[in-house]
């Protein structure tokens, strides 16, 4: 038991070391080489905990995959409101981004250049996970607040997961300067009002 708690232990360790190096080496790819110097073990000690840097990268998209829609689902457990139900799903991706700049890399696509084909469509899985939640939210509208798109359910998902993706890659692409969150809440408020609207009842 001992044994596999160390085990454990090591590959949070090279997670931890991997995402440190995304976040501080902007722009730079990572080696197998360079990231065994900063946890401070051999190449082979790496290997022995992921048979690849591709499966240490899919433990950190893995982990974020499970992070976000773990929480999605206790947003939509808790609000009832589908324009609440998309504000608090954005913020939350928005701000784990802006706490996980090195993930970002990964969202974005920067730290994935030359790697496998299958890393890049965990990451497209990813976004088109969240856009059919939004999509979801959207039409389910209707049936428990009786309100109606302003837009097709799929342009407006779509608009959202946009949204989301542009502000992670602006993050990345200035060198995590300009934070996910910024300007947000007069954005949201543009967002808002293309939404919903009432559903309007006939009169006879």
Not at 86 to 94: D, F, K, R, S
Not at 105 to 132: K, M, N, P, V, Y
Request: proline fraction near 3%.
């Amino acid at each position: 038991m001992a044994q596999a708690e160390d085990k454990l232990s090591r590959r949070d360790q090279i997670l931890q070391a991997l995402v440190h190096m995304l976040e501080t080496q902007p722009g730079a790819r990572i080696t197998t080489a360079n990231l065994a110097k900063e946890v401070g073990v051999s190449e082979a000690a790496l290997y022995r905990h992921f048979p690849s840097k591709a499966k240490m990268f899919e433990g950190l998209i893995s982990f974020i995959e499970e992070t976000i829609f773990s929480r999605i689902n206790l947003i939509l457990q808790d609000i009832d409101s589908a324009e609440a139900r998309c504000q608090h799903t954005l913020m939350l991706v928005l701000t784990f981004a802006e706490r996980n700049p090195g993930m970002c890399r990964l969202l974005s696509g920067d730290a994935l250049s030359g790697e496998t084909e299958r890393l890049r469509q965990r990451i497209q899985q990813f976004f088109e996970r969240l856009e059919t939640q939004f999509r979801q939210i959207i039409r389910e509208a209707e049936l428990r607040e009786d309100k109606l798109p302003q837009h097709t359910a799929s342009a407006l998902a779509n608009l959202l997961t946009a949204v989301v993706e542009g502000k992670i890659r602006q993050f990345v692409r200035t060198e995590f300067a300009l934070k996910p969150t910024a300007y947000w809440d007069e954005q949201w408020l543009v967002l808002q009002s293309q939404l919903l609207r009432t559903k309007q009842i006939p009169t006879n």
